[in-house]
């Protein structure tokens, strides 16, 4: 499986802006999807994922309320609309995908280049 994100860009805040993750494969639409971010000089955080079939969905403490999370299995893409951007949303954002349910861990299979997405104050 290939994960392409997209739709980063600059935003101020209290903008929106939908992250796409499209992906190769005619298995994608049984796979678990995770939305990771990286800001600079920080680790890694999980942000939001959802089941296969869009049963579960979890979200970060921090993104809850503003971002959603969807899928379309028939067009092999999950979004991510970020609504109410702040600054500290400034962070490259990955997709990643994987045949088991990890929730907020890491331990996803695949994984996609990233979409900057930065947020001015």
């Known amino acids: 499986v290939q994960l392409q994100a997209s739709g980063g860009g600059l935003v101020q805040a209290g903008g929106s802006l939908r992250l796409s993750c499209a992906a190769s494969g005619r298995t994608f639409s049984r796979y678990a999807v995770g939305w990771f971010r990286q800001a600079p000089g920080k680790e890694r955080e999980f942000v939001a994922a959802?089941?296969?079939?869009?049963?579960?969905?979890l979200y970060a403490d921090s993104v809850k309320g503003r971002f959603t999370i969807s899928r379309d299995n028939a067009k092999n893409t999950v979004y991510m609309q970020m609504n109410s951007l702040k600054p500290e949303d400034t962070a490259v954002y990955y997709c990643a995908a994987g045949e088991s349910w990890v929730g907020f861990r890491q331990d996803y299979n695949y994984w996609g280049q990233g979409t900057q997405v930065t947020v001015s104050s």
């Open positions: 959802v089941t296969w079939n869009a049963r579960t969905i």
